[in-house]
């Protein structure tokens, strides 16, 4: 299973909406709902922020939202925050054979 | 509240074996529907999951490290184990230890633990 590609960075302004994108196949991210996202900060455990595509987990802001069409998933940050610095790994879960794949990862500046 | 906190060698030998423990609370996996992966991530490069390990006791492993990983519980303890045969320097990495879903569904990863650095070097 090949990772999934992400682009290595993405950034904005305090404010402004980001979109990062996570691309697979037909046998992963196109083929179920099951995508989540997760935001690692340096020196902590990573969060989940989306699951199943495009539910928020309680607590986490619903400046974060998550869609999907074919075979790639999108993570939409929206009113940037300087607390939203941080690397994003999106992921899928294929439940045909029990197995997860991750992202390359995109690395999220704000300006 | 689910906590998990990863233990083991912070070094291990070319060749050698590594055993990682993962100490859970918050729930158990003896309850139907619970499940808790491993998942890496070497310096600076992405993240990879490893293995899974349901409450009736199925295990998954990634289909590129099956051969060297075998994962266990000990139910009575809250624990997970994890090891991994014939290390090498590119197994150097932070290793989680993580509950996978919520009990109906397992496509996601939460909480995590904080991990645990493990280099491979003589």
């Known amino acids: 299973q090949s990772a999934l590609t992400q682009p290595a960075s993405v950034s904005g302004s305090p404010g402004q909406s980001i979109t990062i994108s996570c691309t697979g196949t037909s046998s992963d991210v196109g083929g179920y709902k099951y995508v989540s996202w997760y935001q690692e900060q340096p020196g902590k455990a990573p969060k989940l922020m989306i699951y199943d595509v495009s539910n928020r987990p309680t607590g986490v802001s619903n400046r974060f939202s998550g869609s999907k069409s074919g075979n790639t998933a999108s993570l939409t940050i929206s009113g940037l925050q300087a607390e939203d610095e941080a690397d994003y790994y999106c992921?899928?879960?294929?439940?045909?054979?029990?197995?997860?794949?991750f992202g390359t990862g995109t690395k999220v500046t704000v300006l | 509240q689910v906590t998990l906190r990863e233990s083991g060698p912070a070094l291990v030998k070319p060749t050698q074996t590594l055993t990682l423990t993962c100490a859970f609370s918050g729930f158990s996996l003896s309850t139907s529907g619970m499940c808790v992966s491993w998942i890496r991530q070497p310096p600076g490069k992405a993240l990879e999951w490893l293995a899974r390990?349901?409450?009736?006791?199925?295990?998954y492993y990634s289909t590129s490290l099956r051969t060297r990983l075998t994962i266990s519980k000990d139910t009575s303890k809250n624990q997970v184990v994890l090891t991994m045969t014939s290390m090498d320097p590119v197994d150097t990495a932070t290793y989680y230890c993580?509950?996978?879903?919520?009990?109906?569904?397992?496509?996601?990863?939460?909480?995590w633990g904080q991990g645990t650095l493990v280099t491979v070097s003589s």
């Open positions: 993580a509950r996978a879903g919520d009990g109906y569904n397992y496509s996601w990863f939460d909480p």
């Open positions: 390990i349901d409450w009736d006791d199925d295990k």
């Open positions: 992921s899928s879960y294929i439940s045909s054979s029990i197995h997860y794949v």
